[in-house]
């Protein structure tokens, strides 16, 4: 597997089911360790790095089952993402020092902030206990978490899953002005019409390896791909079907 992503570009990782794709990802953010290879962001190796440590340095994620702390408030899920960023610990925290104060203060208005991105989804919503959001803002707040860390590279995976047509169509907008921002975005996502819409490069997968490239429809049309969604017979008489997943 061997994979680069420019900045300010959204990278598109497709393949059926148990192609490894959520592997890729866990190897990037540390959940697993590679044995072989590199991680590289602007040239510096994240491999042994811990996952913590991988979100200091610039790269975040999301997950394809919802990760929230379900019992914390919106706004305190956000403020989470904030811990590789923030400076003050535990002593200042226990006597409430001026240092402390301030730098909770000005955490509190760019979690606020960073609600904002999904319009009035979230900020209406930042008391209310992460659980009682809909499926579709626990999503966005995962989304709004990983922004938080101030990470230059998002990971994204399958962001989309379990959202009806409307909201699918304001997030694919949503990933779009994380480009737009400068932040680059690797997507996994069985979304054809997602993956169509917003992707600059497309990269296909298949037990666990890179099988086509390019852009969606030359991906889409590639015969390895055809044959790893739709199997060897099928795949000769797909034509111009388009793949889902």
């Known amino acids: 597997m061997d994979l680069e992503a420019s900045a300010g570009t959204i990278v598109s990782i497709i393949g059926p ?17 590679p044995t072989a290879g590199r991680v590289l962001l602007e040239g510096a190796d994240m491999v042994g790095l811990r996952p913590d440590q991988i979100v200091a340095a610039g790269i975040a994620r999301t997950f394809q089952t919802i990760r929230l ?20 610990g535990w002593l200042g925290a226990a006597l409430r020092t001026a240092t402390f104060n301030a730098e909770e203060k ?17 900020l209406p919503r930042q008391h209310d206990l992460a659980r009682n959001l809909s499926y579709a803002n626990q999503r966005r707040l995962e989304i709004v978490r990983a922004m938080a860390t101030g990470a230059a590279v998002l990971l ?21 002005r994380l480009k737009e921002l400068g932040r680059t975005v690797l997507l996994i996502e069985h979304d054809m019409v997602v993956i169509a ?14 099988i086509a490239e390019g852009s969606f429809d030359e991906v ?16 000769g008489t797909a034509g111009d079907s388009v793949v889902r997943a």
């Open 69 to 88: 702390f379900p019992e914390m408030t919106v706004v305190e899920n956000v403020l989470v993402g904030m811990h590789t960023k923030t400076k003050e």
């Open 197 to 210: 819409t917003i992707s600059d490069h497309v990269i296909a997968l298949d037990h666990g390896c890179k």
């Open 156 to 176: 994204l995976d399958e962001p989309a899953a379990g959202m009806n047509p409307k909201e699918t169509s304001e997030l694919m907008a949503d990933i779009v």
């Open 106 to 122: 000005r955490a509190a208005e760019r979690a606020i902030e960073l609600l904002g991105f999904f319009g009035e989804n979230l």
């Open 220 to 235: 889409r049309h590639n015969p390895q791909v055809l044959e790893a969604y739709l199997g060897r017979g099928a795949a």
């Open 17 to 33: 089911n148990g192609s490894g794709k959520t592997t890729f990802f866990n190897c990037i953010s540390g959940l697993y360790r």
